[in-house]
Nanobody
Framework: VQLQASGGGLVQAGGSLRLSCAASGGAVARYVLAWFRQALGKEREFVGALRRGDSNPLYADSVKGRFTISRDNAKNMVYLQINSLKPEDTAVYYC???????????????????WGQGTLVTVSS
């Protein structure tokens, strides 16, 4: 599956963005879908994931309550709604997909074989 992320931009603190990830070459319903982010000078970190057949997404503690992952199987899209943005949310955001990750390793990026190119979110204070 090929992934292409979009929707990033410059936004003021407290604002919102919706990131999109378009999938092709595979149905999103078949994969565990995740978002990761990487801030300048830092390692890439897990943001959240939507597991197959699971209506309860998994989120990193730092984004819980502000970020929402969803998927549209008909459009083959994955979304990340980001609310109450903070300057520390500034990063390149990546969508990723995995067909092999086990439940307990959902946040482990090593299990994700498919990655989008990333979209930059910049939050000004």
């Amino acid at each position: 599956v090929q992934l292409q992320a979009s929707g990033g931009g410059l936004v003021q603190a407290g604002g919102s963005l919706r990131l999109s990830c378009a999938a092709s070459g595979g149905a999103v319903a078949r994969y565990v879908l995740a978002w990761f982010r990487q801030a300048l000078g830092k390692e890439r970190e897990f943001v959240g994931a939507l597991r197959r057949g699971d209506s309860n997404p998994l989120y990193a503690d730092s984004v819980k309550g502000r970020f929402t992952i969803s998927r549209d199987n008909a459009k083959n899209m994955v979304y990340l709604q980001i609310n109450s943005l903070k300057p520390e949310d500034t990063a390149v955001y990546y969508c990723a997909a995995s067909s092999t990750v086990i439940y307990s390793s959902t946040a482990d990026q090593r299990f994700y074989a498919y990655w989008g190119q990333g979209t930059l979110v910049t939050v000004s204070s």
